[in-house]
């Protein structure tokens, strides 16, 4: 779930950003481990190296998905997100001092992450819309546009892709449960929207159909 297409990693390879590369340091985080807690006393910059990690709010016994970070992918710790790791997660990680030194010198990689953050900030909007104003099958139907948009038609021109994730995580992307997100996904395959294939496939038969669910 490619949050945005910009990629820092892609700019911090290049040579004359060799200094600010020095500045960030490699870490590790199993699957399912939280990466950051809400509000981290050290106020760090870290970018996704490896895997895909979860930007969420939690309050009581809920938790709301904001964004999910994907390779190339920039967030800062001093929020009031958690932040944990969906796959075995690789990250690069510096204090956001230390790198704020070196923007002034390097408007390309200023400009790259206010891009990114620009990005998350506004996919974080469209979140909250969407938990304020649609139901959860428009959500989930939402979701599904959205990775949709990522991906090109097969040889049949139907439009496929691997979300990787199980239906429990699926749920608390779009802020429901794990079983009324199943039975959604059920009903829209028996109704020929979509066709849930092996390995966490999602095929989308049926775009425009699926698109017109939203507004229904």
Do not use: W
């Not at 490619?2 to 390879?13: A, E, K, M, V």
């Not at 895997?51 to 938790?63: I, N, P």
């Not at 959205?146 to 199980?166: P, T």
């Amino acid at each position: 779930m490619r949050l945005t297409d910009s990629d820092l990693l892609r700019d911090l390879d290049k040579p004359e950003f060799a200094v600010v590369r020095a500045a960030f340091v490699p870490r590790h985080f199993p699957k399912g481990r939280q990466v950051y807690a809400p509000r981290e006393a050290q106020n760090s910059l870290f970018i996704v190296a490896k895997g895909r990690a979860r930007v969420y709010l939690s309050y009581k016994d809920k938790e709301f998905t904001m964004a999910i970070l994907d390779v190339g992918d920039v967030y800062t710790t001093h929020t009031r997100a958690s932040v944990e790791a969906l796959d075995d997660l690789d990250i690069l990680v510096a204090e956001l001092a230390a790198v704020r030194r070196f923007l002034a010198d390097m408007p390309a990689l200023t400009s790259s992450m206010v891009k990114v953050l620009g990005d998350l900030l506004s996919h974080a909007f469209s979140v909250i819309d969407g938990l304020a104003f649609l139901d959860v099958r428009k959500r989930l139907i939402q979701l599904l546009l959205y990775e949709a948009e990522r991906v090109s038609a097969d040889a049949e021109h139907i439009l496929c892709f691997s979300h990787g994730l199980n239906i429990e995580q699926l749920a608390t992307i779009v802020g429901s449960s794990r079983q009324t997100v199943s039975s959604l996904l059920n009903v829209l395959e028996r109704d020929g929207v979509i066709e849930l294939r092996a390995r966490g496939v999602i095929c989308l038969p049926d775009l425009a159909r699926l698109e017109a669910l939203v507004h229904e």
